[in-house]
């Protein structure tokens, strides 16, 4: 049985980092792309940031693009999400996600498996 339990959210203040990280279990982890989506209040889920198996390719949403990082550490069966440079705007409840299918895939329905979420909230 997969899972995906993330951890790390809670209240910054604008300009401030966060770390999310998103532990999985119950698959052969490397062999997948993963990702991470956000959801504010009153929006639909965006997609923020995905990675390849490897790690060796990553791809982000233009609004995140210098401020996120994502990474991953196979071994562990862990992903990353290094957020620096936070605004207001980037509160949301973050979510992990895992797609069985390759390439870098930006459309939160075609991901196979969720964790349940950590919020992020930028405010001062």
């Known amino acids: 049985q997969v899972q995906l339990v993330e951890s790390g959210g809670g209240l910054v203040q604008p300009g401030g980092s966060l770390r999310l990280s998103c532990a999985a279990s119950?698959?052969?982890?490397?062999?997948?792309?993963m990702g991470w989506f956000r959801q504010a209040p009153g929006k639909e889920r965006e997609f923020v940031a995905a990675?390849?198996?490897?790690?060796?390719?990553?791809r982000y949403a233009d609004s995140v693009k210098g401020r996120f990082t994502i990474s991953r550490d196979n071994a562990k069966m862990t992903m990353n999400l290094q957020m620096n440079s936070l605004q207001p705007e980037d509160t949301a409840v973050y979510s992990c996600?895992?797609?069985?299918?390759?390439?870098?895939?930006?459309?939160?329905?075609?991901?196979?498996?969720w964790g349940q979420g950590t919020q992020v909230t930028v405010s001062s």
């Open positions: 990675i390849s198996g490897s790690g060796g390719n990553t």
């Open positions: 119950g698959l052969t982890f490397s062999r997948y792309t």
């Open positions: 996600s895992l797609i069985r299918a390759g390439g870098l895939v930006t459309t939160a329905s075609w991901y196979d498996y």
